[in-house]
């Protein structure tokens, strides 16, 4: 280090400002393996684990639970928030939820990211189904930095598979070398599939690779064995492991042969074409062979699956069919409802043994959950302790009881005192200047310069962040969110939801929370040939303004319309689902299809912030949720 760095970081030791990154690699040196891939904006993987990326963990909110078999003490997961935040919560093991369940006992990780290419899949209707926004290294740390918590995640003997294309899979391999260890990778997997174009001017691209990688010593792998056909040889005569296939029409021996083999690191398997039995529409939906091959090579029955980049959801489709317990995640709004959908149906679903067959087994019973999006109703109707515990993960503080001159301090954040206001006992006042100056007589020269107070921001009678008074400070840690630079080294960012099919796929991160502030729908439904048909007349967010100060116009958050067009009462089931770009608009107003008007129609409108708003029509009568 030259004397110039040296002034220059006393400079902002003194100053008390925070170290740039560029800087922190000079101070504190990593040690090199081998080889390793070299980038701006690579993070040390200390520091992700020490939320120095201002991604923190957030507690679980349950939404709903939907009884079906029991799994003994478990219940599956399906989670709807940002993937980091959710691998960060299990990595802290703190969450009551998944407490002692989840951390270190994930047998297999599957994932399949978007691959950050300019390559776009096209849907049934030529369309771009396919578009990732995040490019070159930014994506690779992106990705990175959830195979760091990931690695953590995994049981000793657990497995991960990588699904990519050829644009990076060599540089997602460096990186797994790196968190895994070269010495723990063990196949290079590639899926051969027949669909896809046919370029004039180079090879056609018929694969993908799935890097997989152990995590300890040991690993679970049962054995696949497979049949594989080959034209005849005479040595094929004395080769008892062969038979000789007979033609399907004339019923005599023919000059093909089947060969009962290992499966080997190529596996021929077709993708998942409009006229299957398991197709469903869903961008980038991955085939149920694929991963049947995969859950029964890395894990045994009963055995946790785990899949934070959900997608349609095939993964825990398979893993619920072959009786493993399964946790998904994803931030789309239709990913969720897909996989919600794909299992309350699972009965009725192709049987992985017999595709001309159903499964015709009942689901187990899981649950949805969500992570960075809270319902505020909800959370301040739990019980004191469980909501002192909701908060505690919230703000990132430690419960610790403690009383100075008779007050009650509920807990310490970075060595100062909390407080969190008892709105069930004092629902008649608020923390105000009168609460302070009181709390305050009580503990000058008790406590340490500063003191936070956490509350609903209804119930607090200051716009600012902080009251002083004779040099201490009152930090409000407000329900909800108010950006507090005391609490995150980056501002509040929260992920968008697509406006198209187009994006549902598109790489997104959210830092900090929110709470659940449905948007303000009118609407109507009137009966047209026997079909329900809704008018949608006005849609608007509590967020008024886009990032530039923009106001919004009607329908300008609208993100996607989802519909059960035979809704029970009790579950809903996705059947239809319309994103904006694909609704008609027309003088003003939307009309949508929904279905038979004998029928119940449960609707779903979200918002481009993940917030819903949701009806019930039944005989051209509705119940708004």
Same mark, same amino acid.
């Given at each position: 280090m030259n004397?110039?760095?040296?002034?220059?970081?006393?400079?902002?030791?003194?100053?008390?400002?925070?170290?740039?990154?560029?800087?922190?690699?000079?101070?504190?040196?990593?040690?090199n393996k081998e080889y390793e891939l070299s980038y701006h904006g690579k993070m040390k993987k200390e520091d992700v684990l020490k939320n120095e990326d201002g991604v923190t963990a957030l507690p679980l909110q349950k939404n709903k639970t939907f009884i079906g078999t029991d799994t003994k003490d478990w219940e599956n997961l399906l989670v709807f928030g940002d993937n980091l935040q959710f691998l960060k919560t299990i990595y802290a093991n703190k969450d009551s939820l998944i407490k002692d369940k989840v951390k270190g006992k994930v047998k297999l990780i599957y994932i399949d990211p978007p691959f950050a290419t300019e390559d776009e899949f096209q849907n049934k209707n030529g369309a771009k #189904?396919?578009?990732? @926004? &995040?490019?070159?290294?930014?994506?690779? =740390?992106?990705?990175?930095?959830r195979l760091i918590l990931a690695y953590e995640i995994l049981a000793p003997d657990g497995t991960i598979y990588v699904h990519?294309?050829?644009?990076? #899979?060599?540089?997602? @391999? &460096?990186?797994?070398?790196?968190?895994? =260890?070269?010495?723990?990778?063990?196949?290079?997997?590639?899926?051969?599939?027949?669909?896809?174009?046919?370029?004039n001017n180079y090879f056609a691209n018929k694969h993908d690779t799935l890097l997989v990688y152990k995590k300890g010593e040991k690993n679970i792998f049962n054995e696949k064995i497979t049949e594989r056909v080959l034209p005849y040889t005479p040595s094929m005569k004395s080769n008892k492991g062969l038979s000789q296939i007979k033609c399907s029409t004339c019923k005599k021996e023919s000059g093909i042969w089947k060969s009962v083999v290992k499966q080997d690191d190529v596996w021929d398997i077709s993708g998942v074409f409009n006229l299957s039995n398991e197709y469903i529409d869903y961008p980038t939906q991955k085939p149920e062979e694929l991963l049947k091959v995969i859950i029964e090579s890395s894990t045994n029955p009963g055995d946790l699956v785990m899949d934070f980049f959900a997608g349609s959801g095939t993964t825990i489709a398979v893993a619920e069919k072959l009786g493993r317990k399964w946790i998904a995640c994803d931030?789309?709004?239709?990913?969720?409802?897909?996989?919600?959908?794909?299992?309350?149906?699972?009965?009725?679903?192709?049987?992985?043994?017999?595709?001309?067959?159903?499964?015709n087994c009942p689901y187990h019973t899981f649950s949805t959950?969500?992570?960075?999006?809270?319902?505020?109703?909800?959370?301040?109707?739990?019980?004191?302790?469980?909501y002192k515990n909701f908060v505690s993960e919230l703000f990132e503080f430690e419960l610790t009881e403690t009383k100075i001159s008779g007050i009650t301090m509920d807990g310490m954040k970075r060595n100062y005192y909390v407080k969190i206001w008892n709105f069930n006992e004092?629902?008649?006042?608020?923390?105000?200047?009168?609460?302070l100056e009181a709390l305050n007589r009580s503990l000058y020269n008790k406590i340490n310069g500063r003191m936070y107070i956490v509350a609903p921001s209804n119930n607090v009678d200051f716009l600012n962040d902080y009251y002083e008074i004779n040099g201490i400070r009152y930090y409000f840690l407000k329900i909800p969110y108010q950006i507090i630079k005391e609490l995150h080294k980056l501002p509040f960012q929260q992920f968008k939801q697509s406006k198209t099919i187009n994006n549902v796929n598109n790489i997104d991160m959210a830092i900090g929370f929110h709470f659940i502030d449905p948007p303000e729908v009118e609407s109507s439904v009137y009966v047209e040939n026997n079909c329900y048909i809704l008018e949608l007349t006005?849609?608007?967010?509590?967020?008024?303004?886009?990032?530039?100060?923009?106001?919004?116009?009607?329908?300008?958050t609208l993100s996607s319309i989802f519909i059960d067009n035979h809704y029970d009462g009790n579950n809903f089931k996705l059947t239809q689902s319309y994103f904006a770009n694909e609704l008609h608009?027309?003088?003003?107003?939307?009309?949508?299809?929904?279905?038979?008007?004998?029928?119940?129609?449960?609707?779903?409108?979200?918002?481009?912030?993940?917030n819903e708003f949701s009806e019930v029509f039944n005989g051209g009568n509705k119940d708004a949720r």
């Open positions: 004397e110039r760095l040296r002034e220059e970081l006393i400079h902002i030791l003194k100053s008390g400002n925070q170290i740039p990154e560029d800087y922190k690699e000079l101070l504190f040196p990593t040690i #189904s396919y578009s990732d @926004k &995040v490019k070159g290294t930014t994506f690779i =740390e992106f990705l990175r930095r990519l294309d050829n644009k990076m #899979s060599h540089y997602i @391999k &460096v990186i797994m070398d790196e968190i895994f =260890e070269k010495n723990n990778f063990r196949n290079e997997i590639i899926w051969h599939y027949f669909m896809g174009g046919k370029p931030l789309g709004k239709l990913s969720c409802y897909t996989i919600q959908n794909r299992i309350l149906n699972i009965a009725n679903s192709k049987s992985l043994e017999n595709a001309s067959k159903k499964y959950l969500q992570l960075g999006l809270y319902d505020l109703e909800k959370t301040l109707k739990l019980g004191w302790n469980d004092n629902n008649n006042s608020s923390v105000d200047e009168e609460y006005k849609f608007y967010s509590k967020i008024t303004k886009d990032e530039n100060g923009n106001e919004y116009k009607n329908f300008d608009y027309e003088n003003g107003k939307i009309h949508v299809t929904l279905g038979d008007s004998s029928n119940t129609v449960m609707v779903i409108y979200t918002d481009i912030f993940g």
